[in-house]
C-alpha cells in the first residue's frame, strides 16, 4: 500500500535555517546540515529544502551546500530555490537531489517544465506554487512571495502537468507559519484536477491538521515547517518528527470512518 | 570493494555514504582503474531510459563493465533507472537495454477502470518477498521509497524476487545469477535500504 508522504520543509536563508509566518519575520532555527541529519535518524519519508534567497536575493543556487545536504538524506529530498534553466536541473538532479522545484522561472516561462521533464524524466520535476487565498479570489505568488502573477493555482497545475511536471506542491502564503490547519478545500479540488502526486505545505499546526488533510484528500504529501521545529506557546526551537508506528497509525485513524 | 558507477546520473555519494556507515568498503567508479579494485558494482540511475543509456555507453569503462558483469560474472545491482536499464527494452524510449535480465520496460498504467493511481508512483510502499534470495533476508515486511513511472516485467516470472502493489503487482526486486535490480532506492529508504545494501555486500559471488 502506497502511504501518504509526511514532509518536513526546510527554509534556507543566507545558510540558515529559518521559519517564517506568513513568509515573513524569519527566525533563526539553526544549521540546515544538523537538522537535516536529526530528521534523517528519525526516519522521515521526504525531506523539502527551500533557499529563499536564491530568486528574491538573486544569490543562485548554492551547490555545495545542496550536495552536503543530499549526502546527509538517507530518504529523498527536494530542492527549490533560484532553478532557472534545465541544466541547472540536470546539474541538481547529478549530485544527488531526486527531486527539484520549479517556481518562478517556471511562471514566467511554463516551456521550462517540458525541457527538464526531457532532460531527467517527470519524476524529478516538481513545480512548486506559492499561492495567496483570500476573499478576493487566489493567485498564484513568485519571487518568495513578493509577486502576484493573476494566474489561478489549479489551472497553472493543469498545465504543468501537460507539460510533464511530476509533482505540484501548493504553499499557502496566508497560512504559514500560523498552524491554523491546511488549505483543505484547495488541495481537493486540485486532487481532482491531476493525475500526478500532490502535496500540500503551509498552515499545520498538529498531526490532527495532517490527519484531516488524508482524511479528505487521501493519498497526499503533507509538508510542515513549524510543526516539526517548534515546541510549545513560546515556539522553543525542538525538532521531532512522529515514529513509522506514530505515521501508520495517523494515516489509519484518518481513513478509518468516523 | 564495491564499486559504485558514476556516469553522471544517480546519488553516488547517497550510496559511498551509507556503506560508510556499516563500515563496508565502497569507491566511487569513473574509469577502468577504479572498476579494477570493485569486486561487485552498484548500478545507480535517475531520469530517462534512453538518456541514462547513453551517458552509460559513453563512460570511460563501459566495455571493461560489460565484460566483467557478462564473462566474469561479477555481481551487479541495479537501481531504479538502474535496473530497468539491464532489461532489453524500455516503452520509455528507443535505446537498446544492456539485456543482462530477459524481459522488458513498460508504462507503470493501472488499466483498472476506476483506479485512481497518481503516477509517477512517489513513496513508500511495501515490498513483498516471494523467493528466498539472499539479497532480501530478513526483509519480509519491509517498505521502500519509490520514485518511478514505469516498471520491469521480467520474461522468466521466476526471476522476481518480491513484488509491490500499485494499481496491479508489479517486480520490485529481480535477479537471476549474478545481476540484481531494485526499482526501489534503497540508497534512500532508510534502515531497509541499509539492510539490502548490507545483503547485496554479503551475496557469494557466482
Sequence with gaps: MLRPRLIPALLLQQGDLVKTKRFRDAKYVGDPLNAVRIFSEKEADEILICDMDATRVGTGIDYRLVSELAGECRMPMTYVGGVRTADELERLVSIGVEKVGLSSAALGRPDLIRDCGTSVGRQSVVVVLDVQAGSKGREVFTHSGSRGTGVDPVVFARQAEDLGAGEVVINSIDRDGMRVGYDIALMTELRESLEIPVTCLGGAGSLADVADLYRHVGVVGAAAGSLFVFHGRFDAVLISYPSWQERDELYSVSTSPP | ?206
Excluded at chain 2, 532489453?88 to 522488458?104: D, M
Excluded at chain 2, 485512481?116 to 528466498?132: A, I, Y
Excluded at chain 2, 519491509?142 to 526471476?159: A, I, K, P, Q
Design chain 2, 1 to 206: 570493494m564495491i564499486g559504485i558507477l558514476d556516469y553522471g546520473l544517480g546519488n553516488i555519494s547517497a550510496f559511498l555514504e551509507a556503506y560508510s556507515r556499516m563500515f563496508i568498503p565502497a569507491c566511487r567508479v569513473t574509469d577502468v582503474q577504479t572498476l579494477g579494485q570493485a569486486e561487485r558494482v552498484v548500478l545507480p540511475g535517475v531520469g530517462s531510459f534512453d538518456g541514462a543509456v547513453t551517458r552509460l555507453r559513453s563512460a570511460p569503462y563501459f566495455g571493461e563493465l560489460v565484460e566483467r558483469v557478462v564473462d566474469d560474472h561479477i555481481l551487479v545491482l541495479g537501481v531504479c533507472v538502474g535496473f530497468q536499464m539491464m532489461m532489453e527494452r524500455s516503452e520509455e524510449g528507443s535505446s537498446a537495454g544492456l539485456g543482462w535480465i530477459p524481459g522488458e520496460v513498460t508504462f507503470l498504467d493501472s488499466k483498472e477502470p476506476g483506479s485512481r493511481t497518481p503516477l509517477p508512483h512517489m513513496g513508500w510502499n511495501d515490498v513483498v518477498v516471494n523467493s528466498d534470495s539472499p539479497l532480501m533476508s530478513g526483509l519480509d515486511e519491509s517498505r521502500f521509497y519509490f520514485l518511478h513511472s514505469y516498471r520491469v516485467v521480467t520474461e522468466d516470472v521466476g526471476t522476481a524476487i518480491a513484488t509491490t502493489e500499485y494499481g496491479s503487482p508489479f517486480a520490485s526486486v529481480a535477479g537471476r545469477e549474478n545481476v540484481y535490480g531494485t526499482q526501489f532506492h534503497p540508497e534512500k529508504s532508510h534502515h531497509w535500504g541499509l539492510s539490502l545494501l548490507r545483503n547485496f555486500a554479503g551475496l557469494s559471488p557466482c
